[in-house]
């Protein structure tokens, strides 16, 4: 039985993730800040081979301590799903909230080295393994109001391609999802539980679902292991890349 260790399992992407694998008869680690969410899960999902581990993603010692502590059966990770992230805001550079902008890139970014640099000793002693990390559209098209957010995940970008340099010859796989327009709590999150802006995100659009990020990580596991896809960017067939802006003083475009 193969381990899949999936960071957000709480809700959207991860929380779909974990249900797919566990379907198909995978062994699971699910992480999240949320207790209750994932012993409901754990319940769900039938229990014994569902490990939860409760912390946040941004407290290093917290992940150290959590990989530490895997029960004997659990300590061999297969899969590791980097996708534990959210976006804070949608102000302008200059009218953000700071503490929102150190939350990102603890989350999206020191969170994620965290979890890999913590796993990579014992894939690497295996000789095999997969990082799936979940980047975002946002890392290659900026948009206003994306500004860090966006950063965070050029970061995840260009660390994907970065620690494939490093693991060469090591048996060890990594890809960067990048999904566009998704509904999930992302835009609740975002917009710090305003649900009438977050609903607007994905009002007269087929937005992707959270269905469609899980099934590609199960594609993506069981591709043959000499394949590495490196990069899968996703949208929605009703979005796509716009134009690049032009101010002009008289408002015109
Ligand atoms: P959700 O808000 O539904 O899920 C986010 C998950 O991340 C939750 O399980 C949450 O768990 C976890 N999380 C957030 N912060 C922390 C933290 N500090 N420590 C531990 N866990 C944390 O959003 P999505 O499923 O949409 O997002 C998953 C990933 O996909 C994110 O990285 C996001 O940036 C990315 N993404 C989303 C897109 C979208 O449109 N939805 C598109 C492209 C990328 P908890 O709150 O319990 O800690
Ligand atoms: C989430 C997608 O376009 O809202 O990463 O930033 S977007």
């Not at 150290?64 to 805001?89: M, T, Y």
Request: glycine share 8%; charged share 20%.
């Amino acid at each position: 039985m193969k381990t899949i260790m999936i960071t957000g399992a709480t809700s959207g992407f991860g929380a779909a993730t974990a249900r797919l694998f566990a379907k198909n008869g995978w062994r699971l680690i699910v992480t999240g800040r949320r207790q209750q969410r994932l012993e409901a899960l754990q319940t769900e999902l039938g229990g014994a081979n569902v490990h939860c581990c409760c912390f946040d993603i941004s407290d290093r010692q917290a992940v150290e301590h959590a990989f530490q502590s895997l029960p004997d059966s659990f300590s061999k990770i297969d899969v590791l799903l980097n996708n534990a992230g959210l976006a804070l805001g949608l102000e302008p550079a200059d009218k953000t909230n700071l503490d929102d902008w150190d939350k990102m890139v603890d989350t999206n970014i020191k969170g994620l080295m965290y979890c890999t640099r913590t796993v990579l000793p014992m894939m690497k002693q295996r000789g095999q393994g997969y990082i799936i990390n979940i980047g975002s559209v946002a890392g290659n098209w900026p948009y206003p109001g994306g500004n860090v957010y966006c950063a965070t995940k050029a970061f995840v970008r260009q660390f994907s391609l970065a620690i494939r340099a490093d693991l060469l010859g090591f048996g060890i796989r990594v890809t960067n999802i990048e999904p566009g327009n998704a509904e999930t709590e992302f835009s609740d999150v975002r917009f710090n539980q305003d649900k009438q802006r977050a609903d607007k995100v994905y009002q007269n659009t087929a937005a992707l679902t959270a269905q469609d990020i899980a099934n590609t990580v199960y594609w993506l596991v069981n591709t043959p292991s000499h394949v590495n896809v490196t990069t899968m960017e996703i949208m929605p067939t009703e979005q796509a890349t716009g134009s690049l802006a032009i101010y002009r003083d008289d408002n015109s475009i």
